[in-house]
């Protein structure tokens, strides 16, 4: 690919790309790199976040009514799976950083499993929404059992007899949006987190050369943080 | 250390053999597979040429259909397809990528001395996304194009029924070529600058790149979740948009502009760099208030986050809001006065040579000065009521991206081609070229400033017969700056084959770039050169054994 810069490359380390100077030059620029990328992450999912703020903002007798038709304990549950995923994510770096080879992929591979287990549970959810016809837009059409089911949730004597709102697809159209978002991006994670572990396996890291462990973590850790603002904004509104 | 600047290696010393990066490695693959910065420059190059080739030949045809007031040559539903493929190729295929992604990609590495961008991967990732980007906006065309107008408003978008999907998508994906390419110029210049090299002594153009990638970085995902929400309420029918279904559609405009406002500074800060570049060499001079310059490019990137509401006016935004985005709007004339009173001061006293790059520098000085100062009379809350929509808002916003941004790009591709390709254009055909598009551009947009005044809705398809003869000079000029870029094509490529060869340094520029053989060597430097003041111009002279400018040699006091 790149015969030419190969001269000089005899006396680098392998891992050292021909633009950089050194290991450190490399890793820092990585890093620097990572970061911005994850900014733009940030900024993406600002904008649906602030969709969110918008129509709660205006409408929150949407939210309210809304919300209800989620599932609190499987919310909490895949919460408590993908802060669990980031401490062995963040486990996972330090053992490449100490070169424990076997510790980084049973780190990684027990990451990747609470991944699974998150779209699992998340699948679950959106079978039951599907079921109970609680879609977006156009594709809103609840079955009477669910839009019982949400009315007889809460005890209070006053909202017993509520109906509901008009326009509550908003607010499935947000959830939506947002956890999809969400999944597609720990897919994006489980890749990157199975490309790691298979080079960790072949053991291509040493505390000299952990970058892709490293940034594979940050870009996880930003996945779990995303997930901890949307659990409390979509399934526990007061 | 206050020694002047005396370069480690100057370029007579360079090696006369080393193979150019143009003749390292032959065929289609090794060039659309190739990690060479200068190489997917030059693929950049060709590809933006292509759509602005594609821009022009639909702006050609809106200004004939314009012609008469009423039906001349198509439709008005082709009409409304083509003004909107005219918009969207040229902004989201021509001026966004334009400057930062070829000149830029081709320059910055070596402006820095260094061998390649940080991350060459990204890089060429960051151009096969473009070109797939510009696949679907062609697919779209193809399927009858969409007829929205670039901006995409909804709930038009979501229920027209042409092709929008497709080149929205188109859209989007651009977005991520953008956004790589500034992840990839912000590391590069924080990790790769040379020993000698501190912030302050950057050539102002990175300095232009390095605001531009900040906002490329921060602006464009909103612009990819904007137009992900308006694909998935089209396909899928969410409605956040939708009022019918209790959406908003003000807030498409708000996400819109807080992208598309950005991206205007996306477009025009890299050509202000480069204007900074030209004005020092063709002067002859060191730049003005060098700091001046580079802090304004931040404080634009900075103030272009907090305007974007000066699109809305009329929208129905509270007026407290209006007031702001008014006050704001304002504030952004202070950094862009700052640069242009520094360029004329540059000017002030140096030796001008009217090679075409200062033509064309020239003809941005006075061309953004009267878009952006038009630009006041829109921010001003009670005459943008009255121009709101109509021809002056065409006009300003012509003057700014194309008097502006297309004619920065102008000098600098005319400024860079004999580094790109390693020879050099006939130089009289230049100028008259150059003299051909600026008459050409006053003529078609001057009128349109006027029209637009008394009244002239933009986008219509017919008009009152009252603004006929300004139409009419407005597409003359049109046609002429048409002859002229048809003109700077036939000698650009004629220059590639019969071209004298160049120099390595025609110009007489004291940055890194003009150190390394034209065209470079595919490692660029040998060594990371030590960088020394960039506008320092005073040790370069002009050999005419060379053809080109070499530094002073150190013993030689007679030769000076």
């Known amino acids: ?238 | 250390m206050n020694t002047v600047s005396s370069p480690a290696t100057p370029a007579a010393a360079e090696p006369e053999h080393a193979a150019s990066y143009l003749q390292d490695g032959h065929g289609i693959k090794s060039w659309i597979m190739t990690l060479d910065h200068k190489r997917i420059g030059v693929l950049y190059l060709i590809s933006i040429l292509a759509a602005m080739f594609l821009g022009g030949l639909f702006a050609m045809l809106i200004r004939t259909e314009l012609l008469t007031p009423t039906k001349t040559v198509m439709e008005a539903e082709t009409y409304n397809r083509v003004f909107t493929l005219h918009g969207a190729i040229m902004i989201f295929l021509f001026i966004i990528p334009g400057i930062p992604a070829a000149l830029g990609n081709f320059v910055l590495p070596l402006m820095l001395g260094a061998r390649d961008v940080a991350f060459p991967r990204l890089n060429r990732l960051s151009w096969h996304l473009y070109v797939i980007g510009a696949l679907f906006a062609i697919y779209s065309l193809i399927h009858g194009g969409a007829d929205t107008g670039w901006t995409f408003y909804t709930p038009y978008s979501t229920t027209t029924t042409s092709a929008v999907v497709p080149i929205v998508f188109g859209a989007f994906i651009l977005g991520f070529s953008s956004i790589l390419t500034g992840l990839n110029f912000i590391v590069t210049i924080h990790r790769f600058r040379p020993p000698g090299m501190g912030w302050f002594r950057m050539p102002l153009f990175l300095w232009a790149l390095y605001a531009t990638a900040i906002i490329q970085v921060l602006a464009t995902p909103v612009l990819g979740i904007t137009l992900l929400l308006l694909i998935v309420e089209r396909v899928l029918g969410v409605g956040i948009f939708d009022p019918t279904l209790g959406g908003d559609p003000v807030l498409f405009q708000h996400f819109f502009w807080f992208y598309s406002h950005p991206a205007v500074y996306i477009m025009i800060l890299p050509a202000m760099g480069v204007i900074s570049e030209l004005v020092s060499t063709f002067s002859r001079k060191h730049i003005f208030g060098y700091k001046a310059i580079a802090y304004s490019s931040v404080a634009i990137a900075f103030l272009s986050f907090l305007v974007w509401g000066h699109h809305m006016f009329v929208s129905g935004q509270s007026p407290m809001a209006n007031m702001i985005f008014s006050a704001l709007t304002f504030s952004v004339a202070i950094p862009s006065a700052v640069k242009v009173f520094n360029w004329v001061a540059t000017m002030y006293k140096g030796s001008i040579k009217m090679d075409a790059p200062m033509t064309y520098t020239v003809a941005f000085i006075l061309l953004f000065g009267i878009g952006g100062l038009t630009g006041l009379f829109l921010g001003a809350l009670a005459t943008d009521v009255h121009l709101h929509d109509t021809y002056f808002v065409v006009a300003h916003f012509h003057y700014t991206m194309m008097g502006g941004v297309l004619m920065a790009f102008m000098g600098g591709l005319h400024y860079w081609w004999p580094k790109i390709f390693g020879r050099m254009y006939n130089e009289k055909l230049a100028n008259i070229a150059s003299l051909m598009i600026v008459v050409g551009f006053n003529i078609t947009f001057l009128s349109q400033f006027i029209m637009g005044s008394l009244g002239m809705p933009r986008r219509y398809y017919n008009y009152r017969p009252e603004f006929e003869s300004y139409h009419q000079w407005s597409t003359a000029g049109a046609y002429l700056q048409a002859i002229g870029f048809i003109l700077v094509a036939v000698y650009l490529i004629h220059s590639l084959r019969r071209g004298r060869l160049a120099p390595a340094n025609p110009w007489g520029s004291a940055t890194l770039e003009w150190r390394c053989a034209s065209p470079p060597p595919t490692e660029n430097f040998a060594q990371q050169p030590t960088a020394g003041d960039p506008y320092d111009l005073k040790p370069l002279v002009f050999d005419p054994k060379l053809g080109g400018f070499t530094y002073r040699a150190e013993s030689a006091e007679g030769v000076a």
């Open chain 1, 1 to 238: 690919m790149q015969e030419s810069h190969q001269q000089h490359g005899e006396h680098r380390s392998a891992h050292l790309a021909h633009q950089f100077d050194t290991l450190d030059q490399q890793y820092q620029s990585g890093k620097l790199g990572i970061w911005i990328f994850l900014v733009t992450e940030i900024l993406l999912f600002a904008g649906l976040f602030c969709v969110y703020a918008v129509y709660r903002a205006n409408h929150p007798d949407i939210f309210i009514y809304a919300h209800r038709f989620l599932n609190k304990n499987l919310g909490a549950l895949n919460t408590a799976v993908l802060i669990f995923s980031s401490f062995t994510m963040a486990w996972a770096v330090r053992a490449a950083q100490l070169g424990k080879k076997r510790a980084l992929v049973n780190l990684l591979a027990i990451t990747l499993l609470c991944a699974f287990i998150f779209l699992g549970v998340k699948y679950v959810e959106y079978q039951n929404k599907w079921k109970e016809g609680l879609l977006w837009g156009t594709h809103y059409h609840p079955i009477e059992e669910a839009a019982h089911a949400g009315e007889a949730a809460p005890a209070d004597s006053a909202e017993a007899h509520y109906t509901g709102p008009p326009n509550v697809h908003v607010f499935f159209g947000i959830y939506f949006l947002m956890t999809g978002l969400h999944a597609l991006h720990i897919i994006a994670g489980m890749a990157i987190i199975g490309w790691v572990l298979v080079k960790a396996r072949r053991g291509a890291f040493s505390p000299s050369y952990f970058y892709p462990v490293d940034y594979a973590g940050l870009y996880w850790h930003l996945v779990d943080l995303i997930w901890i603002f949307l659990f409390p904004l979509l399934y526990l509104i007061r």
